[in-house]
């Protein structure tokens, strides 16, 4: 059995129709006028236990709206949605003994209570084993380092410790599924670091079924080998993050940092093409010594082209970069990618 699948999920909100003329939001209040948004328009998918799964999408993709109809929180307007064989919005108490949610954008800690106590209240309401949760609670200060802050009261955690105490939360019940929305938002470095981290850490060990939206693509890199990408509430691609890749930016990118820039370049090299270094999307070391050549490895070997590429120019170093993900998946939110 899938842990989550979604069979024609739709879900329209309808609210009073703007009406033209003066004091339009008053008048919207005596009108029987209304406007329906199809936020998710017929997404069908399948996730397997123990999968990874990045569910991406532009901006009102309708991405936070599935996660609520899987979540139990929206009843969907047609369809089916199941997580772990429950339909969520029929079964929320037990789907909810399940699963494990964490908004990036909202906390379900108490802000006036310090960590520890927000962990005591939960572990009573899940009505936790006393000696499991003491061991729970102690893994994942460890693993997550949260030892200096446990006693602090949440409204004075710095948004990286805040989300580390999400994260705990949602998985003091030992959920077989996770859904994290945006989890990372507004983290520095090393605080999304650890968090990724930890996220990969329970899909590994645990076998935790994780489902994460989110538009930072250094975590869907690091995270996902499977995406989902939705728009305007439909999917737009279902499958492995490096088929995406594979089929719609085959090339890659030969950086060469050269002894001389002064020194006189054949550009017509067969098989690849000199492109702006801005291209590779990483900062360039000597960005005036550099040389930044496109190819597509199916037409010529890695090692012929530098190769060849050593014959024509003189060279201090070299690298071999892939096509940043984000540009792909900015080409699939165009409709660039068909
Ligand atoms: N409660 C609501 N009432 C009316 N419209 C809504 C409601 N919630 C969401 N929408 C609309 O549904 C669409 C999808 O919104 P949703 O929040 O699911 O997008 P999203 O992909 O999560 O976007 P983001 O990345 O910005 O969080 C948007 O057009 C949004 O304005």
């Known amino acids: 059995m899938p842990a989550i699948q979604a069979a024609d999920l739709v879900k329209e909100f309808s609210r009073p129709a703007v009406l033209p003329g003066r004091l339009p939001r008053l008048r919207a209040l005596f009108s029987t006028k209304r406007e329906t948004t199809r936020a998710v328009n017929g997404v069908n998918f399948e996730i397997e236990p123990g999968e990874l799964v990045g569910y991406l999408g532009p901006n009102g993709a309708g991405k936070s709206t599935t996660i609520k109809m899987l979540t139990g929180i929206l009843t969907p307007t047609s369809g089916v949605c199941r997580v772990a064989g429950l339909e969520p919005s029929l079964d929320r108490a037990r789907n909810a003994r399940n699963i494990g949610v964490v908004f990036g954008q909202r906390t379900q800690l108490w802000y006036d209570l310090p960590l520890r106590d927000s962990f005591e209240v939960l572990a009573d309401l899940y009505d936790l084993d006393r000696s499991a949760y003491l061991r729970r609670v ?25 989300m580390r105490g999400d994260l705990v939360a949602a998985m003091l019940h030992e959920p077989s599924i996770l859904f994290l929305d945006e989890p990372t938002v507004g983290l520095d470095v090393v605080a999304k670091a650890r968090l990724t981290e930890f996220i990969a850490e329970t899909n590994r060990t645990d076998g935790t079924t994780v489902v994460l939206t989110t538009h930072d693509m250094d975590d869907v890199e690091r995270l996902c080998q499977r995406i989902i990408v939705i728009d305007s509430g439909t999917v737009l691609y279902d499958g492995d993050l490096s088929r995406l890749k594979e089929r719609f930016m085959p090339h890659r990118f030969l950086v060469l940092t050269l002894a001389d820039r002064s020194i006189r370049r054949v550009t017509d090299m067969p098989y690849a093409t000199e492109v702006e270094t801005s291209a590779v999307g990483a900062v360039l070391p000597y960005p005036d010594r550099s040389v930044v050549l496109r190819f597509d490895p199916r037409e010529i070997t890695t090692p ?21 993900l984000t540009d792909v998946i900015a080409q699939l939110y165009d409709g660039l990618l068909t």
Do not use: C, K, N
């Not at 460890?142 to 805040?162: A, Y």
């Not at 590429?309 to 892939?322: G, K």
């Open 138 to 162: 102690g893994l994942f200060t460890e693993l997550l380092d949260l030892e200096d802050f446990l006693d602090t009261p949440v409204r004075s955690l710095s948004l990286g410790q805040r």
């Open 304 to 324: 012929e082209l530098i190769a060849r590429a050593s014959q024509v120019y003189q060279v201090d170093e070299l690298s071999i970069v892939d096509p940043r």
